[in-house]
Structures are given as C-alpha cells and as structure tokens.
C-alpha cells in the first residue's frame, strides 16, 4: 500500500505553506505529496482564494524534499501545450532526483478558464486533444537520444523535436490518469498510464472492475496499472477533533464524502477502498495550517497497513 497526501487547499496556499505540508507529510511517512492543478477553488464566488501554479510550487519542493513522491492529480491538460508539459516535467523531475509523476485529466472547470482566459473547448475535443498530448509527452519522453520526434495530429504538430530534456527516470516519469467518467478516462488509463485514479465516491469496486475490462478488451494486462483513490480526510484524536477538523469545510461539495472521525474511522475507510481494490490511497487535505492533521495520519493510520 502507498499512501499521499493530496493538497486541495480550501482558500488557497502560498508556497510557503505548502512546502511545509510536503516536508511534514515526508516525515510523516507518507509515500507521496500531490496536488491539485486549479486556478480558482470550488467555492468559486470566494475571493479569499490565491492560487498558485502547480508546476511551478513543484519544482521548489523537488529541491526542498529529498525522498517524497511528487506530482499533480491532476494536470488540467487545456492549461499546457504538451511540448510545453513534457520540457516542465522532465526538468521538474531532473531537480528531484527522479521522484515527479504526472498526472494528466481533460480539465472541468470552465469557471476558471474564463477568468483567466483559458480556452476551453467542448468535452469531445478535451479529451481528443488530451489523447493527442499524452501521445506526444510519451513519444518526446522515450525517443531515443539524438533522434528527432514529430507528430502530426488534428489539434497539435511537432516538427523534427530534437532538443528537449531527457527525464532523470528511465523510460519516462509515471503517469496518472484521473477521472470518474466511464468510458474515455479509463480508455486512455488503459493505453498510456501506470495508474489509474478512479477519484473519490462509493464507486470505486465498480469503476476499476470496468477499467480491468476495458484493459483485457485492449490487451493491456490489468496487473500492470496501479489502481488508486482519494478521500477527503477530516481525522481526530478524538470525535470533537475530527468534527473541530470537518468544520473548516462547511459547505463544501466534498465535505459529506469525507472520512470523519478518529484514526479508527479513517483507517476502517481506507480499509473499504483496499478491498475495493486501490494499491494506493490519496489522502485529500484543505486545511494548509493544520500540520498535526498529517502528523497524526501518519502515526496512527498508516502504520496499521504497513507490510
């Protein structure tokens, strides 16, 4: 079992905070830290939220962190062109010693699009234009040294691609792709990805046994993807705590979905997505001040499923 934090921050975060939830959660125990890729919170009328690039924040946590997984879940494929992508990640990869993973979606939120100027086409050119990127980001990545790389597709075109950076892991950096839909997330997850995220819910038995379908409909071997989900995660030395901790997320749409209560609460949910089927769990975290939340995952839930 791996275990992550995932940084979905209710009000934004600075870098500052963020690198100390990646430095905790590294000393905590926890295999990884990811986080979201938006421009705008949930609460999309909330002006206290300050958002900050995802790559960019990674890229100083590669050189702040020494052993701590690190990646998106997951990139919003409309926010880069994917020459763009695959240079940021290989580069962000090399500064880490070879701990990035990318994560890679057909992006949703069109409120943030529009306030930053964002194109954002209909959901059938999204996710046409990300099987085009995904495509292009693993060809740039395991082209051979010194042999050129193009493409030739509807929405995007390279020519002769010589010069881009190898990634510090061989063959290319893990990819992660994330959705709940049922039939093109999964599709692409079979054909590009090293995981699949199935997100959050009660639905998780259903969306993997049709993603291992899909796989042997394919030919990909099921067994060699990682299956993963998240759950938001309000935990508490005691009831009082979890409730004080679910608080800080009133009203948000997630806040009913998420696992409250003492780490025996947390842990028995965790257990339910582990039958399920998930190799790896996202601990899904808003509070960016509260570092003695993750301390306290890490000293009474993970160590239940080491081994």
Not at 68 to 96: N, Q
Request: hydrophobic share 40%; net charge negative; aromatic share 10%.
């Amino acid at each position: 079992m791996k275990f992550r934090v995932l940084l979905e921050p209710h009000h934004g975060a600075t870098y500052d905070q963020i690198l100390a939830m990646a430095r905790t959660a590294e000393e905590a125990g926890f295999d990884g830290f990811f986080r979201g890729d938006h421009y705008l919170g949930v609460e999309r009328d909330n002006p206290r939220f300050e958002p900050t690039d995802s790559w960019t924040t990674l890229a100083g946590l590669a050189r702040e962190t020494s052993r701590i997984r690190l990646g998106t879940l997951v990139t919003a494929s409309t926010f880069r062109l994917p020459g763009v992508l695959a240079v940021t990640v290989a580069t962000v990869d090399a500064m880490s010693g070879g701990r990035v993973e990318l994560g890679m979606g057909a992006a949703w939120y069109e409120q943030e699009h529009a306030n930053f100027g964002i194109p954002f086409p209909p959901i059938g050119v999204r996710f046409d234009r990300l099987e085009e990127q995904l495509q292009i980001v693993t060809g740039l990545w395991t082209t051979p040294a010194g042999e050129p790389y193009s493409f030739e597709g509807r929405h995007f075109q390279l020519r002769e691609a010589r010069n881009f950076p190898r990634p510090a892991q061989s063959p290319r950096p893990p990819i992660i792709i994330g959705g709940g839909g049922p039939r093109r997330t999964p599709t692409l997850a079979a054909r590009f990805a090293d995981e699949y995220n199935a997100g959050f819910g009660e639905a998780l038995a259903e969306r993997f046994a049709r993603f291992r379908r899909i796989c042997e409909g394919t030919g990909r071997d099921p067994a060699t993807v990682t299956l993963s989900g998240a759950v938001p995660v309000f935990c508490g030395a005691d009831d009082a705590e979890a409730v004080r901790r679910s608080e800080t997320m009133a009203g948000h749409p997630l806040q009913r979905a998420g696992a409250c209560g003492t780490p025996d609460v947390v842990a028995a949910r965790v257990a339910e997505m582990v039958e399920a089927g998930a190799g790896t769990v996202y601990f899904h975290i808003f509070d960016v001040e509260d570092l003695e939340h993750i301390r306290l995952l890490g000293r009474e839930v993970l160590p239940r499923f080491a081994g």
